[in-house]
């Protein structure tokens, strides 16, 4: 199943939002990620709202299909698991988990069809009630500066939703992003390395730089510098060419000028 | 060591931001995350501005010691590793790694203060230059539904804070032990890389091997092998050493003779 589709069972809910803006910068961080279903419970501001509309970037779509609901209990009625935000324990103490932990947490539900997942977010100034947390099964907590910790709601959303598709993008292959995915070239082979190397030396022999005879550490500085690279082939011929030319430049005019009139 | 004095040797560069706000949410999201350094290279509108004062949310001292730069190239001056955030594979392909092996690859440079690291992030409309990515030693791309991919910047600048907050709580201060721990020399510096690829052209061209006015992609695919490399300052003399002996080897060799009659 593409990553997308994973993601489609999770619905990110905002209760009580004040500002329109917020609502707009949430559902370009969803689509961004991936995630379409957007359910607003309460807005304090009017929806839709053209502030919404430009801070959204183009996830209109995700405003024109928002569902408004009164209370957080009927947004989340068809819900299997629901995670809430929670800037810090309360009175009641609940086992905190972050971002990370929630990703692992639903990554076995994500490829259910039959889950229907919420992520609630409360309001910018003082987050979600007590009574709201508890309509919760997990809560998540975004480790952040003690001494600054009020996030951003569309910031907070982005977290969230970019640790679920990080632990979806890891299950599909197609959306796999690994080392050097596109690299162009094949990597150079052991002997070609080495032909490399037994060029360099001969070269900085014959630019006087080199002497065999007190070799210190060079050639192998080299060696380490270039290997932690990992050359491919065309780099490994670009690194030849400059050597030939050095050799060239290094010998007399004349010479350089036989070479020449003999390889045309 | 707090994990928030951990943070303290990564900057945050922005290149080139249009929006006001989006400095402030930039701001913000650093401040949230325990990030303190903010330099922004030639900003596309007025700063201070009092868009960003409002979008920071309090963030102000990040705003009020932010720097201000007229090129990237000053701004990364004193880095010793510097990330890049790009959207897609270039007509070069780099090797892509997503925050989460960001955070991995930087956890143990951030509990050693010789290191200074940014992370450079570009316009909201067309990100970074091709020109701009080639002072990275490394790109990362935030996974993203490939249909939507343009995150807001200050979202952007959350998720890869998040990951290093992520790769540092919890970090004591016995830490593990990582890639390059125990590195004898220092990592070279971007003056000197960039100094080291300026004299590097330069020898290519006087040896013969580099056409200015026909330069292909060949300057592109060297900085990406050195990049790779990473070289630390003795490895960068030493290849600086041996351009400036080529360029001797290169020259005739009566001025060979009265440069060493010189020297002697």
Redesign the interface.
Known sequence: MPA?NLLDSVKIVLVGTSHPGNIG?VA??M????LLQLCLVAPRAQFPHPEAVLRS???TDLLEHAQVFETLEEALSDCTLVAGTSARSRNLPWPLI???QLAERLQGELARPEHRIALVFGREDRGLSNEELHLCHLHVH????PD?????I??AV??LC?EL??AV?GQSTE?R?P??????VPFADNQALEMFFDHLEKT?I????HNPNNPRQ?MS??RR??L????DT??IN?LR??LT??Q???R??NEITDDQTGQK
Chains 1, 2 share one sequence.
């Open positions: 997308t910068g370009r961080a689509k961004n990620m991936g970037s183009g996830a972050n971002p990370r975004i480790p952040c500066n600054f910790s009020s996030l951003n569309a910031a982005q977290v970019y598709r990080m993008v959306d992003l080392f050097g995915t596109e690299w162009d900085l014959e630019i006087d730089f060079l500085r080299l510098l270039y932690r690279a990992r050359p065309m780099e670009m060419g400059i030319h050095t060239k430049a290094a007399n005019t």
